[in-house]
T-cell receptor
């Protein structure tokens, strides 16, 4: 079945460490997105990519980095520069840039700094 | 930039009651979408609307694309405990490069 897979589901990070969250889709979607969700809050856009080898900053890109070397993969690295990384991270993809037909979301990764 | 105001922010209702929530935008949209997020999971698309005035149902859920193109409504009839979650609206104007704008979400709690 086609879908979007995020791993791991739960991730613990020590302060000062970089961690990478995986996002893979087999939907043949062109565009991919990363969102951050804090408890009781909405979705905030971190980075997005509308095509392979290209990506753009979202509203809260500081302390994060991404790559888009393959169409199906869009990993997110949370760097030590991100001062408050504990959050729920959601990856999404859409058939075309813009998502007129909606985004398909993964099941999320919960990152906790210990 | 575009702003989406979703209300109410939260609702605590009795099982069997009907629920209404809405989103309003500062600018017009060509697409309105409604998502539901179960606790600890990613949002799932419930209903997509593409035409002003359009009314679409999905089981006990009904959504409408406002005729001004600046608002949308979601109704849930006869709520059940599994309706618990966060409901998000999302809108988009069909310009090249435009992305979805998400509302802040409505947290629904259902008392059995």
């Amino acid at each position: 079945d086609g879908g979007i897979t995020q791993s791991p589901k739960y991730l613990f990070r020590k302060e000062g460490q970089n961690v990478t969250l995986s996002c893979e889709q087999n939907l043949n979607h062109d565009a991919m997105y990363w969102y951050r969700q804090d408890p009781g809050q909405g979705l905030r856009l971190i980075y997005y990519s509308q095509i392979v080898n290209d990506f753009q900053k979202g509203d809260i890109a500081e302390g994060y980095s991404v790559s888009r070397e393959k169409k199906e993969s869009f990993p997110l690295t949370v760097t030590s520069a991100q001062k408050n990384p504990t959050a729920f991270y959601l990856c999404a993809s859409s058939m075309e840039a813009g998502g007129r037909y909606g985004y398909t979301f993964g099941s999320g990764t919960r990152l906790t700094v210990v | 930039g575009q702003q989406l105001n979703q209300s109410p922010q939260s609702m605590f209702i009795q099982e069997g009651e009907d629920v209404s929530m809405n989103c309003t935008s500062s600018s017009i949209f060509n697409t309105w979408l409604w998502y539901k997020q179960d606790p600890g999971e990613g949002p799932v698309l419930l209903i997509a609307l593409y035409k002003a005035g359009e009314l679409t149902s999905n089981g006990r859920l009904t959504a409408q694309f406002g005729i001004t193109r600046k608002d949308s409504f979601l109704n849930i009839s006869a709520s059940i405990p599994s309706d618990v979650g966060i409901y998000f609206c999302a809108g988009r104007y069909n310009n090249a490069g435009n992305m979805l704008t998400f509302g802040g979400g409505t947290r629904l709690m259902v008392k059995p």
